[in-house]
């Protein structure tokens, strides 16, 4: 069963600041407990994917028609205050594994060694619909 992973920052009240206001060696603690938390996905076999996200103020939002030219607009703003992060794609065996994997993930740490506790959404990678059925 594959489960995609979205790693979400900056839940309102969670207390965690955003990483560009954490000092130097907390970056570098989170940044190395990512690596060794994917490194240990690898050799189980468990890790499709996983990569970080550009931040909000280069994300775009594209809307179309399929026939006049898309729309194009700026988003999500940053006075959201959420964020994607990042994602991990896991192939594992049980649901349960993949919220086990969820948690390692959310008990990362950020400020001073301290749990960031950001809510890391689980969902299964669907299969497309079979075309005879």
Request: proline fraction near 8%; charged fraction near 20%; glycine fraction near 10%.
């Amino acid at each position: 069963m594959r489960f995609m992973l979205l790693q979400n920052y900056g839940e309102v009240g969670s207390g965690c600041l955003p990483m560009t206001e954490w000092a130097p060696g907390d970056i570098k603690a989170h940044i190395e407990f990512q690596q060794t938390l994917n490194q240990e996905l690898t050799e189980r076999g468990e890790l499709v994917d996983a990569q970080g996200l550009a931040g909000p103020e280069l994300a775009r939002f594209v809307l179309s028609d399929g026939v006049t030219a898309p729309v194009i607009t700026d988003g999500p703003f940053p006075e959201s205050k959420e964020l994607l992060a990042g994602y991990r794609l896991v192939d594992v065996e049980t649901t349960e594994r993949a919220i086990a994997i969820a948690a390692q993930a959310s008990a990362a740490p950020g400020q001073n060694g301290v749990p960031i506790r950001q809510p890391i959404e689980v969902r299964e990678v669907l299969s497309a619909p079979d075309p005879e059925m």
